[in-house]
């Protein structure tokens, strides 16, 4: 084992052992954990089929360990989120903001690398208007999951949503994630495609 492999392992369960003790609660724990569990297991499958790139590892571990974070506190309560908060003077915690940036930006890395290397398109305007599009649909889903459980779970529906009292909530967090999804094409493109020539020679 490589010593980034043990790293990137050591992190990830680190963080996730950490979040399992004491929770706020156990249910919207496992509901914000286990996005980064089943990436888990996703890439240890394809990890000898489909390597990936060490930025594109890099950053889903920096998704999940987000993720996970915010299943410890749950997102309106992550202790980092209150000090951003009072430092700039905003009136909520906006950690959840950061999770729905990362739920833009990391995908479209993933499907950017995916897309390049099996050649799916012939122009890289389409494919990074592909990715956006992407990106939107998992968000505008994942804004879908949480209506369910809101419908099905009113005790863990208020921590698992996470509004805090803000309407245009759903909306800003697919604006997030869109944003995400276009900074990540416009700053990253360049250093995947080394990575990614590295990886195929």
Known sequence: MNKALLSWLLVFFGVLIWSAIGPHDYPTWALEVAPAVIAFGILVYTRKRFPLTPLTYTLILVHCVILIVGGHYTYAKVPLGDYVSELLGWERNNYDKLGHLAQGFVPAIIAREISVRLQVFR????????????????????????????????????????????????????????LGAIAALLTLGRVQDRQIHALQN
């Open 123 to 178: 122009s890289n305007a389409w494919m990074n208007v592909y990715v956006v599009g992407l990106c939107l649909g998992i968000s505008a889903f994942y804004e879908m999951i949480e209506w369910w459980v809101a419908l099905l779970s009113s005790d863990a529906s208020d921590a698992f949503l996470g509004t805090q009292g803000y309407v245009w909530d759903t909306q800003s967090d697919m604006a997030m994630a869109l």
